[in-house]
């Protein structure tokens, strides 16, 4: 069983940056497509980034483009997502998510992956 977890989370100020990691397990991490979502108070689950198996392909959420990089570790097992320059409207819960079937068309679809963490909760404070 594939098991995700983040890590990174917490209290940033506007302005500065935000990492996050997302340690995998249970599954050869090569096999798997990564994304980050995201959920703020009262709204649906929304799509930040996603990257294929090797990375190469990487796509972003318009609210991020420009100010936001995700990258995989395969030796590591571990993804990664950077957001410089973080806005109040980027607080929210940030979930990785993984799928061993993603393509670059379906890649921003929550139902294109079949494996979620827990979720580590971001505050951005002007």
């Known amino acids: 069983q594939v098991q995700l977890v983040e890590s990174g989370g917490g209290s940033v100020q506007a302005g500065g940056s935000l990492s996050l990691s997302c340690a995998a397990s249970?599954?050869?991490?090569?096999?798997?497509?990564m994304a980050w979502f995201r959920q703020a108070p009262g709204k649906d689950r929304e799509f930040v980034s996603t990257?294929?198996?090797?990375?190469?392909?990487?796509l972003y959420a318009d609210s991020v483009r420009g100010r936001c990089a995700i990258a995989r570790d395969n030796a590591k097992a571990t993804l990664y997502l950077q957001i410089n320059s973080p806005k109040p409207e980027d607080t929210a819960v940030y979930y990785c998510?993984?799928?061993?079937?993603?393509?670059?068309?379906?890649?921003?679809?929550?139902?294109?992956?079949?494996?979620w963490g827990q979720g580590t909760p971001v505050t951005v404070s002007s």
């Open positions: 998510a993984a799928t061993r079937r993603w393509s670059s068309a379906a890649g921003s679809l929550t139902e294109t992956y079949e494996y």
């Open positions: 249970g599954a050869t991490f090569t096999s798997l497509a």
């Open positions: 990257l294929g198996w090797s990375g190469a392909i990487k």
